[in-house]
């Protein structure tokens, strides 16, 4: 069974799609935190990246509603300035604007290394 991404940005983040999906994985996307939130239950990803700068919510909120129903791996994408707030909130990793696609990849690597062998 491929391992699924689930990516919510406002941004389409076609680059990050793109490696992520030549790195083998399935990516699932919403764009605003209330699809997010419906889709979440619906998909049952294996790890869940988010944008820092979604509408309708901040990405720490968001962070904390998955934590709730929860403990996916959870990757932001954001400003050097929220990083330390974002890890602080939950976050189980950051990746600074524009997103270095190789470290991404390695980032979910080592984070999906790590939930399959809790697993």
């Known amino acids: ?23 083998g994985y399935d990516i699932i996307k919403a764009v605003n935190v209330t699809q997010g939130l419906k889709k979440l239950c619906e998909v049952r990803p294996d790890l869940v990246i988010l944008g820092n700068a979604l509408p309708q919510s901040d990405g720490g909120e968001l962070v904390w509603r998955i934590r709730q129903a929860s ?3 959870i990757v932001v994408i ?3 300035e929220k990083e330390t707030e974002s890890l602080e909130q939950g976050a189980d990793a950051y990746v600074t604007k524009p997103p270095n696609m190789s470290e991404l990849v390695a980032r979910v690597r080592a984070l999906l290394r790590r939930k399959m062998k809790q697993e």
């Open 78 to 80: 954001g400003s050097k």
């Open 1 to 23: 069974m491929p391992i699924r991404i689930f990516l919510i940005d406002k941004d389409e983040m076609s680059a990050a799609v793109k490696a992520l999906e030549l790195a």
């Open 71 to 73: 403990y996916l791996p």
